[in-house]
């Protein structure tokens, strides 16, 4: 037990200091070094630079591609207008009627497309606002559509989105943003479903009881410090929204999602027709790290969509950037800070996997899931997600830590790794959202209500309502295999 403190305090303490606004750039560090004076066993220095450092730097190597590119996507599509002219051609077709639908739809097409689900609260947030006084629905529900249209399904169900969340395990399980497309989909479908469900039935069940939209100022707020520290932990771009944004020639619709359809065909077209194509031996040569096309299409096929659909962005829009440079500039600083903190999670987790204690810890998940390797990732994915309020936090720890035992398991027990690789995923955002949660405290602190107002449908929308469609898929992967 007193073993186990060395990781737990430890994790603890990250919480309750990034909840307060702390970065994760010196809590990581910090706490890394606290676990292994509290274990023993290990040289804090050599922990530090050895562990701690080498696995913060594998992550960054692996991934800033895609922070990069996706930050730089997220910034175009906000700064040409394309964001908001989908969110209104959505609403204008759905109308007020469907209020949540709207919201939900608005945030999930933009969310899928790339765009970072910071962007999408600050762009769908007004938007929101105004259709949900009209209809007379209680503004309380918004933070919950919000949460249901860009936390859940298209952040790690849906096949081929480029999300972070779906490209982390592609290097640990070679498979690409494609895996288990049918897990995928119906994941995706009994998160909206029930999600849907539930928030019409709350907000009928509200307004028949005679309760509007409220008495509320809806200007739109300042990120303070605690709102950009919690957005930037779970790898969110901070956007603040300039007068002179709010009034601008918005791009048609067709035009405005011809980017995010670019992304998802190219990404699916490299990975079917142009990979199986390509020469490809060379790879396993040590000046590309001795790695194989099928640790490495998966990203590859990301990077080349978001490039394809950012150069279509800035040559179709071009005239619509007040300052294209600030746009490219500001897009590429905004992928910095995301990732450095992202991979100091994973420099923390590697030194908590360097501990004699974490062996306990690894015994007894594997113990519970009674050798069932999707059971396994699972359970370690919740519970690392949950406990850091992260959910590519979570994820890389779990996989940077037993990646390797989750394939061999899986290969020893004939699990298929697209199987792994979609439950990995949706594990990620199962748990995640709990009140510690950067995402849930930046979309509150957008929508200027507390979590008394709003979180307890949060909580069904993005962590109960995820959770059973993880359930689901696990039955369905282990009684059919990946699929």
């Known amino acids: 037990m007193i073993d186990l403190l060395g990781i737990l305090l430890p994790l603890g303490l990250l919480m309750f200091f990034a909840f307060r606004g702390i970065t994760l750039l010196l809590l990581a560090p910090v706490m890394a070094v606290l676990a292994v004076l509290l274990s023993g066993g290990l040289s804090p220095l050599a922990a530090f630079t050895q562990v701690f450092m080498i696995n913060t730097a594998d992550f960054i190597l692996a991934f800033f591609p895609l922070f990069f590119l996706g930050a730089i996507f997220g910034k175009l599509m906000d700064d040409s207008g394309a964001a908001e002219a989908i969110a209104r051609w959505v609403i204008g077709k759905l109308g007020t009627a469907n209020a949540i639908l709207a919201v939900v739809i608005c945030c999930a097409v933009l969310t899928y497309g790339g765009v970072s689900l910071f962007v999408v609260a600050f762009a769908i947030f007004p938007i929101a606002a105004a259709l949900f006084r009209d209809a007379g629905v209680p503004k309380r529900f918004i933070p919950g559509a919000i949460a249901l249209g860009a936390f859940t399904f298209t952040m790690s169900a849906l096949p081929g989105t480029p999300a972070i969340q779906n490209a982390i395990p592609m290097p640990y399980f070679g498979t690409t943003a494609f895996a288990a497309p049918g897990l995928g989909i119906i994941a995706a479908l009994i998160m909206f479903g029930l999600g849907m469900v539930w928030l019409n039935r709350r907000a009928t069940s509200a307004m028949a009881t005679g309760e ?271 699929f």
């Open 212 to 482: 509007g939209y409220g008495q509320h100022d809806d200007a739109m707020p300042e990120p303070d410090t605690v709102m950009r520290a919690q957005a930037q932990n779970e790898g969110f771009d901070v956007i603040e929204i300039e007068p002179s944004e709010q009034v601008r020639t918005l791009p048609s619709f067709w035009l405005a999602i011809t980017p995010i359809v670019i992304v998802v065909a190219v990404n699916f077209l490299f990975v079917e027709f142009v990979v199986p194509r390509l020469e490809t031996a060379y790879l396993a040569e040590p000046l590309f790290g001795s790695t194989s096309i099928e640790a490495v299409r998966g990203v590859w096929a990301i990077v080349v969509a978001l490039t394809a659909s950012i150069l279509f962005l800035i040559f179709s829009n071009y005239r619509r950037f007040p300052d294209i440079r600030e746009t490219l500039n500001k897009g590429a600083d905004a992928a910095v800070l995301p990732i450095f903190n992202t991979a100091s999670l994973v420099g923390f987790g590697g030194v908590i996997a360097a501990l004699p204690a974490f062996t306990q810890v690894t015994d007894g998940l594997l113990a519970v899931s009674d050798g069932n390797p999707l059971v396994s990732v699972a359970l370690s994915v919740t519970t690392l997600s949950a406990l850091t309020g992260s959910a590519s936090g979570g994820m890389s720890i779990a996989l940077d830590a037993l990646g390797s035992t989750f394939v061999a398991l899986a290969n020893s027990t004939g699990t298929s790794l697209e199987a792994m690789h979609r439950v990995t995923s949706v594990a990620s955002g199962a748990l995640d959202a709990l009140p510690h949660n950067g995402a849930v405290i930046t979309v509150l602190g957008i929508a200027q209500l507390t979590h008394k107002d709003s979180y307890f449908d949060i909580f069904v929308t993005a962590v109960l309502v995820p959770f059973i469609a993880l359930v689901a898929i696990i039955i369905l992967a282990s009684l059919f295999g990946g």
